[in-house]
């Protein structure tokens, strides 16, 4: 029997529509996909590609459940996003087979320690400690889906209205994500994909509400915590 120095810690699982649970692999997301928000973060939509960046999988938060306000920053920050999950992969995925690799689709928040992002990207260090820490990627259960939804993504703070914008805004396509993250890395099945956000993005304070709505997917909904409490 095989030992271990420790226990193996437990496998993030995300609920789905179908009552079955969604084993995460790894978090992939993609930096300025829409054009209102490249401009926005005081970029070139016409010039600028996309970034792509990780998050680990136990930065996983379900809907529902309480995020704590990102410790060490001053302005901490809401992103709405659609996700999409794999349920395969592989390397180089041509166009007209990236879509066969979905099993669904999410709404989601890229959480995010925006004064932690800029001070990164005036010294030209990496963004790990902006986006990739503790609870930086609420998602609501995923609905199991092979075409990409057709509608609004709205985020909300406290019931009131900070981000709309329709899903056919993003620059780079469901598809082209997909081709270009498999040209970089090998996808296989449970990796999510967060596909960007669009313009509205702002701080957050503790006892914020938020919720994040695209078309008919289940919606996303958290609170924002005390740290310390």
């Known amino acids: ?8 810690p437990k496998p993030v699982c995300i609920p789905t529509d179908k009552g079955v649970k969604f084993p995460v692999r790894r978090i992939f997301c993609v930096g300025k996909n829409y054009a209102d ?11 600028d590609k996309p970034t792509f960046f990780t998050k680990p ?9 309480d995020v704590p306000y990102g410790v060490q920053s001053d302005d901490f920050h809401y992103e709405g996003e ?5 349920k395969s992969g592989g390397c180089s995925i041509a166009h007209e087979n990236a879509m066969t690799h979905i099993f669904g689709f999410a709404a989601g928040c890229d959480l ?6 800029r001070e990164a990207k005036q010294a030209g260090n990496p963004w790990d400690s902006a986006k990739a820490f503790d609870y930086s990627a609420p998602i609501a ?14 985020t909300s703070i406290n019931n009131k209205p900070r981000q709309e914008a ?4 993003m620059i780079w396509s469901v598809p082209e994500i997909i081709v270009a993250l498999s040209g970089l890395f090998e996808l296989k099945a449970g990796d999510l994909i967060f596909t960007g956000t669009p313009a509205g993005v702002g701080p957050l304070k503790i006892g914020d509400r938020v919720r994040v709505e695209i078309a008919d997917l289940p919606v996303l909904d958290f609170k924002i915590t005390d740290p310390k409490s």
């Open 166 to 169: 329709p899903l056919s805004q």
């Open 37 to 47: 928000h490249v401009q926005e973060m005081g970029g070139d939509a016409k010039k």
């Open 82 to 86: 659609l996700v999409i999950a794999l």
């Open 1 to 8: 029997m095989e030992e271990f120095v420790f226990p193996p």
């Open 57 to 65: 999988r136990d930065a996983i938060v379900l809907s529902g459940r």
């Open 112 to 117: 995010t320690r925006r004064d932690m992002q």
């Open 141 to 154: 259960t995923i609905k199991e889906m092979r075409e990409v939804p057709q509608g609004i993504l709205k």
